[in-house]
Each structure stands twice: as C-alpha cells, then as structure tokens.
C-alpha cells in the first residue's frame, strides 16, 4: 500500500521508467547497455516505491499510553521549555527518520486537536539543536481526557514539504494518519513533566505501534 501523497511521483516515475527503457530497447542495440539502463532505472523506481511505502498499522488504542507518531530513531529525551503553546517545561521525545524510513506521521493520542499551526523556515539538518524552533515545521496539539499531548514535524536538509492533516476542533483516533514528511527528517514529541518513558536514546521505534510513554 502506497500513501496518497506519493500516487503522483509515482505515476510519473512509472511513466518516466516506461519511456526510458522502451526508448533504450528501440534505439539501442546494445544489450549489456540496454541491461545497465533497466537495473538503474528500477533501483530509481524501486526507492521511491518504498520510500511512499503506506504499511498498515495495529495500535493498541489508550488514552493514558502515548505511541510513536512515526518510525525511526529516538535521538532526544530532555526537559526543555516549551514555548510556543504550553509556554512551560516539558519533557522531549525526539525520533529521527532517515529516507529509507517509512515517513506517514501518526497521531500519538486519540482525541481532539486543539491546535495546529505551520511555520516556514530553514532546512537545517534535522538533528541541527536549533531546528525545532528554526527550520520548516507544522505543530499540532491533541487533547484527550488523560493528557494534552505536542508534537512538531520538523523539516530536515532533504525535506522540501511537510503535509499536515489535522485540523482544530477535529476528532482524531490514535495512531491515525495525521500527515506525511518527504524525505529524512523528525517529529518532536512534548509530554508533561513526570511522564513515564518507555524508550531509550537511540531505540529503533515504529509509528502507531511503539507506546513511548505512559502518563
């Protein structure tokens, strides 16, 4: 299953592929260069099917366990003051995604969206400290009866868009598709002060699947 954010690159690489490789069978008549033209052009292929890769995922619905928004690498566990919602100390999950990652971004919380804003910005490296604040970003808030949960995607070097779904006032269910990031990047994750932590610094997690904290 593919994501809907990838059904236009793909039908274009799909045609792009076609036309190379019907284009090198007619005009060509050497076979060793014909071979070479279809092995790079379906490893081309091959990495942007997977990189818009959709895989269906099982959560375990709770409102007191919070689930990784996406897949990837647990890169940051800190207190930090949180500025642009809470406006007071909360405690940072961060996970890392590189291109090779399965990149739909989750909603960690079922409940409703209080909050969710879009800020232009740099394209800094996303494990840059400054890129939470100054790079590319979308912010979302969640709010269910157990918690008021933030998280931010946050553009990378790589990535040139971030897609955000969630709309305030809407009801979302966890684990549910809420965006997608093109290309290597990260979501930061903000939870109250004295949440458990289910994860560890360089953990591999997988999103709407992996409960990286319980409040």
Do not use: C
């Not at 709010?143 to 990535?159: D, F, M, P, T, W």
Request: no cysteine; aromatic share 10%.
């Amino acid at each position: 299953m593919f994501h809907k954010e990838g059904f236009k690159i793909i039908s274009v690489a799909l045609v792009i592929f076609l036309g190379i490789n019907v284009a090198s069978y007619v005009a060509l008549q050497l076979p060793e260069l014909q071979l070479a033209i279809l092995i790079i052009s379906s490893v081309f292929l091959l990495l942007i099917l997977q990189f818009f890769r959709n895989p269906k995922r099982t959560t375990s619905l709770s409102d007191t366990s919070v689930v990784s928004p996406v897949d990837g690498k647990v890169v940051v566990i800190e207190e930090v003051f949180e500025k642009e919602y809470f406006n007071e100390k909360r405690l940072q999950v961060s996970i890392f995604m590189s291109p090779i990652n399965v990149h739909v971004t989750r909603h960690p919380i079922g409940g409703e969206v209080v909050f969710s804003k879009y800020h232009p910005g740099k394209f800094l490296v996303a494990w840059h400290p400054k890129s939470s604040e100054e790079n590319e970003r979308t912010t979302v808030v969640v709010k269910n009866n157990s918690v008021e949960i933030l998280y931010r995607q946050i553009a990378g070097a790589l990535a040139k868009r971030i897609v955000n779904y969630a709309v305030p006032g809407e009801k979302v269910a966890q684990g549910s598709d809420s965006g997608f990031i093109k290309f290597g990047s990260r979501v930061d994750v903000f939870l109250p002060i004295g949440t458990k932590v289910n994860v560890s610094l360089n953990q591999k997690v997988r999103g709407g699947e992996s409960v990286i904290a319980t409040v």
